[in-house]
């Protein structure tokens, strides 16, 4: 069956940090905030070596982005391991 997509998904914050990535995830559900994480291996090439990290991104229904805020407001993150994308 093909997917609908109705452009209701946006993206909203990506880190690096595993223990930053669960923070986000149970604000969100605290807050009843519908989220998805998309998870992108990037690697890098260093002096002949390969690095690869996983980067979490997190879409969000675009009609709760005040929702999301208003979850991510309430913890205590640190600010360079999140990059905002709106």
């Known amino acids: 069956m093909t997917e609908k997509n109705h452009g209701r998904g946006i993206a909203f914050v990506e880190t690096y940090d595993e223990g930053i990535k669960s923070t986000i995830e149970k604000a969100f559900l605290n807050h009843g905030v519908s989220y998805l994480i998309k998870v992108d291996k990037v690697r890098d ?10 980067k979490f991104s997190f879409y969000i229904n675009r009609y ?5 805020r208003a979850a991510m407001q309430g913890k205590s993150m640190d600010e360079d391991k999140i990059m905002y994308l709106i």
């Open 64 to 68: 709760q982005q005040d929702e999301a």
């Open 45 to 54: 090439v260093k002096k002949g070596l390969f690095e690869s990290k996983k």
